[in-house]
């Protein structure tokens, strides 16, 4: 696993090569979207979250990515 750091552009760099090598790694894409929440870039986070939920297997996972792309979702949509 490639641990989260304050450089949120190494890690999405990181894991973008790792999702050109393997484009259903979960675990690059789970990573890859929580860097993008990090750096307020809302869109790529929950297409990230919800690619990796399409092809992730573990309940628990599948759990943590469905509460952060409602989270997300309301976030950006309650300033309106």
């Known amino acids: 696993a490639y641990n989260m750091s ?3 552009d ?3 760099e990181t894991c973008t090569v790792m ?3 393997n484009p ?3 675990e690059a894409l789970f990573t890859r979207a929580n860097a993008f929440r ?3 870039n809302i869109p790529y986070a929950v297409l990230d979250y919800q690619k990796a939920l399409q092809i992730c297997q ?3 996972l599948r759990s ?3 509460n952060n792309i409602q ?3 309301y976030a950006q949509y309650s300033y309106d």
């Open 19 to 21: 999702l050109f090598l």
């Open 64 to 66: 943590t990515i469905t």
């Open 38 to 40: 990090a750096k307020n």
């Open 24 to 26: 259903n790694n979960e």
């Open 71 to 73: 989270r997300l979702s």
């Open 10 to 12: 190494a890690v999405i």
């Open 58 to 60: 573990n309940e628990q």
């Open 6 to 8: 304050d450089d949120h």
